[in-house]
């Protein structure tokens, strides 16, 4: 039988001298599959608050339960410039060690435990996130960054071939391994939407309110078969030839020379070929 730890997550009370302190409302276990490469869904989105803390230096984190209290020691962690995200790696007082993400703008909360024969994740759906900390998990504008691709930057098209209101069955989020070199699976968001208007693009994942980015057509890939967008701070947007999929490169390494997370809208559909910018105000 296999041997794992999942996190239980319940209503919870706070820490003192807390920087970060962020309320749950939902949680969903992700297993690993080994034969896809990417964590599936190990069962229902339950809903269920919760509570959890980090302190002022990072280095302490705890959560609270009704029938027990865990701490967790934070051995280092970094922050993506680009989107705020915050990657840790921590030991629980049980000595069991995990990988933690954390994602302000996208709402989520990730530990990821690895049992005797496959690797496990909780993910968590934040409510909110508050105190004097929480600043640091908003993106910072990065330094300019180069591509070698080869033939990633042809030239650029008068316009964009991609317009119109589109929707995508499945949105899940993606973070780079570098002990694997592969990018996991970390969170699957559910149905998305997403709005090509000009030099705009807005979208939508699961239940979050409408985001929007200022985004410039770069070419299209000869090799493989994909247009290139990009945005001000050097984050890529690639989208299939067939326009069924998009797959959102951000928070940029230059010691890997890697995007350290991904976003895949995948099975796009289009839903309206001229809308109505209107649609942000009206019912999602």
């Known amino acids: 039988m296999k041997k794992y730890l999942i996190l239980i997550i319940t209503l919870s ?58 701490h967790f020691k934070i051995k280092d962690y970094t922050i993506g410039d680009t989107t705020g995200v915050l990657y840790a790696n921590a030991v629980c007082d049980s000595g069991n060690e995990y990988k933690l993400w954390l994602d302000k703008e996208y709402h989520y909360l990730v530990f990821e435990y690895e049992g005797v024969d496959t690797s496990f994740a ?27 691709e080869r033939n990633a930057e042809p030239i650029a098209e008068k316009e964009s071939p991609i317009s119109g209101k589109y929707s995508a069955e499945n ?36 239940g979050a309110d409408w985001l929007d980015n200022s985004i410039s057509y770069k070419g299209f890939h000869k090799e493989k078969k994909i247009h290139i967008y990009k945005d001000k701070r050097g984050q890529k947007f690639y989208v299939t030839e067939a326009l069924d999929k998009l797959t959102y490169y951000y928070d940029y390494d230059e010691k890997t020379s890697k995007y350290l997370s991904a976003t895949v809208y995948k099975n796009l559909t289009l839903v309206d070929a001229t809308p109505s910018e209107d649609f942000i105000n009206a019912p999602n």
Not at 123 to 148: E, H, S, V
Not at 187 to 203: A, N
């Open 171 to 206: 949105v899940s989020d993606y973070a780079w391994d570098n002990r694997d070199k592969k990018y996991k699976k970390v969170q699957v968001v559910g149905e998305g939407k997403l709005i090509f208007s000009g030099s705009m693009m807005y979208f939508k994942r699961g």
């Open 13 to 70: 009370c706070g820490v003192v001298n807390a920087q970060i302190s962020i309320s749950t409302y939902k949680s969903q276990v992700l297993i690993y599959d080994t034969r896809q490469e990417k964590y599936i869904e190990h069962g229902p989105v339950e809903k269920k608050n919760s509570f959890f803390e980090i302190n002022e230096n990072i280095t302490m984190a705890e959560l609270t339960t009704p029938k027990s209290t865990y």
């Open 122 to 148: 909780t993910q968590l759906f934040i409510k909110g996130i508050w105190g004097d900390g929480a600043d640091i998990l908003t993106p910072r504008i990065p330094k300019a960054t180069k591509t070698t």
